[in-house]
């Protein structure tokens, strides 16, 4: 199984170092999660819990956010990811963006891919 949360502040609450940070969330995350299947503690054999700081440490995302931007009304749609910038386009001539930072973005879904090379193709590169 995976658990998968969100909006998991890049800034964890102080709970000791690094890794005492790391063991409390995980442990808050599975305690919220035993509310609604309460045998769940008993049924796991081991666990990996990524932080957001982990995840910019070891893939470089900034902040750890895969979505790349916040899926907030400001960075949506045709504000993805920055006014100016939308429809794949960037001001460097040439240079497009297809990832998850862009429209229908979110995620690893390669979603932007297709539109990203329709609109590439567009302007005729």
Same mark, same amino acid.
């Given at each position: 199984?995976s658990?998968f949360?969100? #909006? @998991? ?5 102080? !709970?000791? =170092?690094?890794?005492?940070q790391? +063991?409390?969330f995980g ?5 919220? /999660?035993? +509310?609604?299947?309460? =045998?769940?503690?008993? /049924?796991?054999? !081991?666990?990996?819990v ?5 995840? +910019?440490d =070891?893939?470089g995302?900034?902040?750890g =956010?895969i979505?790349?931007?916040? /899926? $907030?009304?400001?960075q ?10 939308a429809?794949?386009? $960037?001001?460097?001539?040439? #240079? #497009? ?6 429209h229908?973005?979110?995620g690893?879904?390669?979603? %932007?891919?297709? %539109? @990203? ?9």
């Open positions: 199984m658990i949360v969100q #909006y @998991a502040s890049y800034n964890m609450p102080t !709970h000791g =170092n690094r890794d005492q790391r +063991e409390a442990d808050a995350v599975i305690n919220t /999660l035993a +509310e609604f299947a309460p =045998n769940i503690k008993e /049924l796991i054999l !081991h666990k990996q990524l932080t957001p700081s982990d995840i +910019e =070891n893939i995302i900034t902040e =956010n979505f790349h931007g916040e /899926l $907030t009304l400001d949506l749609f045709f504000l993805r990811p920055a006014p100016g910038w429809k794949y386009r $960037t001001p460097i001539r040439n #240079y #497009y963006q297809c990832g998850s930072g862009t229908a973005g979110g690893i879904t390669g979603g %932007p891919g297709r %539109p @990203a090379a329709l609109e590439i193709m567009k302007d005729g590169n």
